[in-house]
């Protein structure tokens, strides 16, 4: 089953707002992962939080996770047409397995 | 580099047929994984190998082998394949085992099973 839901399902924005999507999970983890996906294209690696992390920026993206919570959030800042895709989080919860969550597709609209 | 690349791009099978999807990195990553998508879904994880002569089972094994014929190449088979195997799969690798590291993945494989 599904580690991590994200939340909201569907995000449309316009250029240069901000978006925020979140990811919930059940159980306790070593990390957690956030990738991108274009349409037709795999999956492609934007940052990585560790579970004793609080807080990571990356360039116009910034994660946060809350392990009381068991949820992370990406924010990206000042949106781009570009960003159009699906998000996923994938949770980590020790060896070598990624798992992941039902993801978030965000629409920016010039 | 090439990074993960996988043969080939489309398939189209009937009920019953066999086939073997082919993934290859040349990042010299130890682990490499199969997935598939479905729609609406994550990735689910089917097999993985952990490193050169090891394989493991993922999420969803069933209906699928795997082999891990030497540290760059990973193929995954179909032995008799089924409409529910309709799906888009995804190779991807990930340079150490047990350690904090992201993951590379192929552009995919979009089968479609009649």
């Known amino acids: 089953s599904q580690q991590g839901e994200e939340d909201p399902q569907a995000l449309s924005i316009q250029e240069g707002e901000n978006a925020t999507m979140n990811c919930s999970y059940k159980?306790?983890?070593?990390?957690l992962q956030w990738y991108r996906q274009n349409s037709g294209r795999g999956l492609v690696h934007l940052i990585l939080?560790?579970?004793?992390?609080r807080e990571k920026h990356s360039g116009r993206l910034r994660v946060t996770l809350d392990t009381s919570k068991k949820s992370s959030s990406l924010l990206i800042t000042a949106s781009r047409a570009a960003d159009t895709a699906s998000y996923f989080c994938?949770?980590?919860?020790?060896?070598?397995?990624?798992?992941f969550g039902t993801g978030t597709q965000l629409k920016v609209e010039l | 580099n090439a990074g993960v690349t996988q043969t080939p791009k489309f398939q189209v099978l009937k009920t019953g047929q066999s086939m073997t999807l082919q993934c290859a990195q040349d990042m010299n990553h130890n682990s490499m994984y199969w997935y598939r998508q479905d729609p609406g879904m994550g990735l689910r994880l089917i097999y993985y190998s952990a490193s050169e002569g090891t394989t493991d089972k993922g999420e969803v094994p069933n209906g699928y082998n795997v082999s891990r014929l030497n540290k760059r190449e990973f193929s995954l088979r179909l032995e008799s394949a089924a409409p529910s195997q309709t799906s888009v799969y995804f190779c991807?690798?990930?340079?150490?085992?047990?350690?904090?590291?992201?993951?590379?993945f192929g552009p995919g494989t979009r089968l479609t099973v009649t």
């Open positions: 994938a949770t980590v919860r020790g060896g070598n397995k990624l798992t």
């Open positions: 939080i560790r579970s004793n992390e």
């Open positions: 159980t306790s983890i070593n990390n």
């Open positions: 991807a690798s990930r340079l150490r085992d047990r350690e904090i590291a992201e993951q590379y």
